[in-house]
């Protein structure tokens, strides 16, 4: 039953409504009774599928400029199965892109949260973190308790991402020109 609401669930494009039950499946796939363990693998299968189409779909209309259209299937695909930390990137940078940086900011937090040693996810954390911190500094009367949290945030961020990868220029120059400010 699990199973079959689930499905009916994700074909209506309810799909955070439908992770539980699939994830309930999906997380017995070694349990004892065999009808689980054949639910679980049709949940799992089920679960690729769905997230494959969207996620590819959203990578279509991210390399067509329709960004609107690409983080609907970001979106969808970060909820049939929030495991993925690509889905998060990927709607991340959408959000950016439309110039949304707290939305951004969100989805780069959950595809850390989801994958801590990723350094694309903490990448792409410090460039949305720059571009909150600039739009922060072109305010009129800009913050400076809030700006001054935002670059301790960003400072934290660049140092993982150059202590991951200390050969990266542009993390490097980034974290120059806040030392410099």
């Given at each position: 039953?699990?199973?079959?609401?689930?499905?009916?669930?994700?074909?209506?494009?309810?799909?955070?409504?439908a992770?539980?039950?699939?994830?309930?499946?999906?997380?017995?796939k070694?349990?004892?009774?065999?009808?689980?363990?054949?639910?679980?693998?049709?949940?799992?299968?089920?679960?690729?599928?769905?997230?494959?189409?969207?996620?590819?779909?959203?990578?279509?209309?991210?390399?067509?400029?329709?960004?609107?259209?690409?983080?609907?299937?970001?979106?969808?695909?970060?909820?049939?199965?929030?495991?993925?930390?690509?889905?998060?990137?990927?709607?991340?940078?959408?959000?950016?892109?439309l110039?949304?940086?707290?939305?951004?900011?969100?989805?780069?937090?959950?595809?850390?949260?989801?994958?801590?040693?990723?350094?694309?996810?903490?990448?792409?954390?410090?460039?949305?973190?720059?571009?909150?911190?600039?739009?922060?500094?072109?305010?009129?009367?800009?913050?400076?308790?809030?700006?001054?949290?935002?670059?301790?945030?960003?400072?934290?961020?660049?140092?993982?991402?150059?202590?991951?990868?200390?050969?990266?220029d542009?993390?490097?120059?980034?974290?120059?020109?806040?030392?410099?400010a």
């Open positions: 039953a699990r199973y079959f609401g689930a499905w009916c669930l994700a074909e209506m494009g309810r799909y955070d409504e992770w539980p039950s699939f994830k309930w499946l999906i997380d017995r070694n349990d004892k009774d065999k009808k689980i363990q054949k639910h679980a693998k049709w949940a799992q299968e089920r679960v690729q599928s769905y997230f494959a189409k969207h996620f590819n779909d959203g990578v279509k209309f991210l390399n067509e400029n329709n960004l609107m259209s690409a983080k609907d299937e970001f979106k969808a695909a970060s909820q049939i199965n929030p495991t993925k930390p690509e889905a998060f990137l990927n709607l991340g940078y959408v959000d950016k892109e110039g949304d940086p707290d939305a951004a900011l969100e989805a780069f937090r959950r595809a850390i949260e989801i994958a801590p040693n990723s350094t694309t996810a903490y990448e792409y954390y410090s460039v949305a973190l720059g571009k909150k911190r600039e739009v922060m500094l072109a305010a009129a009367a800009p913050d400076s308790a809030a700006v001054a949290e935002v670059t301790k945030d960003l400072k934290a961020t660049l140092d993982k991402v150059i202590a991951n990868n200390p050969a990266n542009a993390a490097m120059l980034q974290l120059g020109d806040l030392e410099l």
